[in-house]
């Protein structure tokens, strides 16, 4: 089983900037790609960004520029570095991970619990 904690979110202003941090523990093979993903409600979960072990990025064009994912792999850990904060990136964030549970196997999507992100105008 893999357990994903996220920490960082919270209330800023406008043009304000946030650093969210995620952990993966548990018993698995390796994580090939962590990242993140934001939810608001009545609305279905979208990408934010993601790295993956070729250090490959995949960002929303919402948030190209602003935000910044980097990866510690040794570590299992992944954060998402917030800058000139919008009110529209005010969601739920979760964190995301790649598992391959076995050697042999294949990868499944791992969730985080969600850290809410509120951005004032």
């Known amino acids: 089983q893999v357990q994903l904690v996220e920490s960082g979110g919270g209330l800023v202003q406008t043009g304000g900037s946030l650093r969210l941090s995620c952990a993966a523990s548990g018993s698995f093979f390796r994580i090939t790609a962590m990242g993140w993903y934001r939810q608001v409600p009545g609305k279905m979960r979208e990408l934010v960004a993601t790295r993956d072990n070729a250090d490959s990025t995949n960002y929303s064009d919402s948030v190209k520029d602003r935000f910044t994912v980097l990866r510690d792999t040794a570590q299992d850990t992944v954060t998402l570095q917030m800058t000139n904060l919008k009110p529209e990136d005010t969601a739920l964030y979760y964190c995301?991970?790649?598992?391959?549970?076995?050697?042999?196997?294949?990868?499944?999507?791992?969730w985080g619990k969600g850290t809410q992100v509120t951005v004032s105008s």
């Open positions: 995301y991970a790649a598992v391959q549970a076995r050697s042999w196997g294949a990868t499944a999507a791992y």
